[in-house]
């Protein structure tokens, strides 16, 4: 698994992935040492946080991009990926407000 790998290059500690899982550090821990498998739930909410796709995190595909089948979905998430907070709160509530405009 690609979990160690993901989060350094995040700049993520243990203790901050752990508790976006709602776990504890030393489970987290063990899930980097491969000593316990998490739940496919766990993965799927890993793969998520780092915008990467089960077969890569799982070590399963080399490639670590998303594989989008419309150019503008993959183009707008190259540019939420480049966001701060604020932008990103911005943009949610304009997309928000698109999306309820039906």
Same mark, same amino acid.
């Given at each position: 698994?690609? %979990?160690?790998?993901l989060r350094k290059n995040a700049g993520k500690s243990q203790s901050e992935i752990a508790k976006y899982l709602g %776990?504890?550090?030393s489970n987290y821990s063990k899930y980097e040492l491969e000593v316990v498998m998490p739940s496919i739930a766990t993965l799927i909410k890993l793969a998520d946080f780092y915008g990467v796709t089960l077969d890569y995190l799982c070590g399963r595909s080399a490639t670590n991009k998303l594989k989008f089948y419309n150019e503008d979905k993959?183009?707008?998430y190259e540019i939420i990926e480049k966001l701060n907070?604020?932008?990103l709160q911005?943009?949610?509530g304009?997309?928000?407000a698109i999306y309820q405009q039906k």
């Open positions: 698994m690609k %979990i160690y790998e %776990i504890s550090q993959r183009k707008l907070d604020k932008q911005n943009l949610t304009y997309a928000t």
